[in-house]
């Protein structure tokens, strides 16, 4: 049987084209079935208050960052989306007066402009909201220097060759309305993908590249970050690969209900779960990964009821 059309993108590949019972099976889901869903190798966490969320998903970073010394260094790599557990860090590692002075972080992705990636004075730019949110409220004499921060570039070997001898401890992201971690979007319903989107294994080959974002993709992003001015976002972005993804020992993803809605964040921890990837859903490629943790604010899951408003 062929594929579905998009029924949102039709030149696209995305996770309306999945086979309807897949979606049903998700749409079904409870808090309470999520959470059972856990598995080796794929955990589903709970957490009541967004205040011990976002305190969490802090101390992932000053857990990782503990474990570094100049001898064995160790990072973590993060995400834009979510931002509240930014500030947080440099809290705790001032307070604390951590030193992680050997410690690195990656960066997860960039927007593409001009056939280069954004400048760090760019409104919209990544580094910019790392930086100002985190690294540049950390103490001068605990915080790692610039040399240990690796920021996605357009000329992506410098950045990918970063990620060989240290340990990336942790990979912390969100979930788009796409189902994409980082900006690993599916691809366009275009050549030899015009009937199948690549395979799993396929896709895996990917490193850290400039990609072509989903409409869904740009409209979030205008919705999240551009007051819903879609003219703002760029249709192009630079994004972390699944290579370096499976180099991090860990995968952690945080679902606050403020990126994807109830059937999104109940899909993907169903295909991880049962392990159905599917490159049109690109995060449910993470049911390959030996160590996923998907990290859920309860009151955030919300229902997939028919409610007319």
Not at 247 to 266: L, T, Y
Request: aromatic share 8%.
């Amino acid at each position: 049987m062929p594929r579905k059309i998009s029924s949102i993108a039709p030149g696209w590949w995305d996770y309306t084209t999945l086979d309807d019972s897949i979606i049903k099976d998700a749409a079904r889901l409870t808090p309470e079935k999520m959470q059972k869903l856990s598995r080796p190798g794929f955990k589903v966490v709970m957490y009541d208050t967004l205040e011990d969320f976002y305190l969490a998903e802090a101390l992932e970073y000053i857990t990782a960052w503990k474990q570094s010394t100049p001898d064995n260094p160790v990072g973590i790599c993060g995400p834009i989306g979510p931002t509240e557990q930014l500030p947080l860090v440099a809290r705790i590692v001032n307070d604390l007066g951590l030193s992680v002075k050997s410690a690195h972080f990656w960066g997860m992705d960039e927007w593409f402009l001009n056939g280069k990636e954004a400048s760090p004075t760019h409104p919209l730019s990544f580094e910019k909201a790392d930086r100002e949110m985190c690294f540049s409220r950390i103490r001068r004499d605990l915080v790692m220097s610039d040399n240990n921060l690796h920021f996605p570039k357009a000329n992506s070997k410098e950045y990918r060759a970063s990620w060989e001898g240290i340990r990336c401890a942790v990979m912390q992201g969100g979930q788009g309305d796409i189902k994409h971690w980082a900006f690993n979007d599916p691809p366009k319903r275009e050549g030899k993908y015009k009937n199948q989107p690549p395979s799993p294994a396929e896709y895996r080959k990917l490193t850290t590249r400039v990609v072509d974002l989903h409409p869904i993709t740009i409209a979030q992003n205008a919705r999240t970050s551009g007051g819903g001015n879609i003219t703002l976002v760029p249709t192009k972005a630079i994004s972390v690969g699944p290579v370096e993804t499976w180099k991090a020992e860990k995968v952690s993803i945080w679902h606050a209900g403020m990126h994807d809605n109830p059937f999104g964040q109940r899909l993907t921890t169903l295909m991880i779960a049962k392990r159905i990837p599917d490159s049109a859903v690109p995060m449910s490629l993470l049911a390959d990964h030996p160590n996923v943790q998907f990290n859920f604010l309860r009151k955030g899951i919300g229902t997939c009821d028919v409610e007319m408003h």
